[in-house]
């Protein structure tokens, strides 16, 4: 019996019907088909191209199992991380939330037979923290070990440290508080310890430069207004005397 034809009424019904989940039993992986019923299913089974798949997927079965089981265990884990973080969640109804997708891949081509036995593999792979209850069931949680997840994670140890700090401190400062009201000391005394003051504690460092007197200014003293050099006048010697005075005699004589 061939398919019906687009825009016909029986390609119409089948749309119709083929909308939204069907039993996860009657999927064939290999084939990427979903049949309608248990009938359908072995109809599907016992045809020649669902007998061609599956001598290829025979030749190496365990590749193409441990492929699917791959593919099914990242998208469950990548969905759980984005829908739920690090927070705890009954297996059984998020995993009715990851198949709300038809395209994803079914467990049945797994090498998990059961939710169950893929969820304690997370929790041996340490993957996820599994806790089984009366009240919720099987219960799992991510565990996000990423870069990102672990610098949060510090930061908000430090602030839950730094607020238990604080939080002793101020049992500490009630408990004086108290112990002074109980010795007599006023009331006062709480609020001027619990009162935590904005301004600015302002230090005065300034130092009181030291007294000096005047200096007396200097009188520069002018070097021409010194002591005049006595220049000595060259005296004539006696040679010289004697024959200016033998001139004057010669001459006086010859007049004569």
Not at 192 to 208: E, F, H, M
Not at 215 to 237: C, R, T, W, Y
């Amino acid at each position: 019996m061939g398919k019906a034809e687009f825009g016909t009424p029986k390609y119409i019904a089948n749309r119709m019907k083929s909308r939204g989940l069907q039993k996860l039993k009657w999927f064939c992986q290999v084939c990427e088909k979903q049949c309608r019923d248990e009938n359908g299913y072995k109809c599907h089974v016992q045809s020649e191209s669902h007998q061609r798949q599956m001598l290829l997927l025979g030749e190496n079965a365990r590749k193409h199992i441990g492929q699917y089981s791959r593919d099914f265990q990242t998208d469950f884990l990548s969905q759980l991380r984005m829908s739920h973080g690090e927070k705890r969640v009954n297996a059984n109804r998020f995993y009715n939330e990851y198949i709300q997708n038809k395209e994803h891949v079914h467990m049945n081509a797994t090498q998990w037979a059961s939710l169950s036995a893929f969820v304690k593999h997370l929790a041996d792979k340490k993957i996820c923290h599994v806790e089984e209850t009366d009240k919720e069931g099987l219960t799992i949680a991510y565990i996000d070990n990423s870069a990102a997840s672990l610098e949060r994670k510090q930061m908000a140890a430090k602030k839950s440290g730094a607020e238990d700090t604080e939080t002793m401190e101020r049992k500490r400062i009630e408990a004086e508080v108290k112990k002074a009201k109980e010795n007599g000391v006023v009331e006062e005394v709480k609020e001027a310890v619990l009162t935590k003051t904005d301004a600015p504690i302002q230090l005065s460092l300034g130092l009181k430069k030291a007294e000096t007197q005047p200096e007396k200014p200097k009188v520069k003293k002018n070097p021409f207004g010194a002591a005049k050099s006595k220049v000595s006048k060259p005296k004539p010697e006696k040679a010289e005397k004697d024959d200016v005075f033998k001139k004057l005699m010669l001459q006086d004589m010859k007049r004569r």
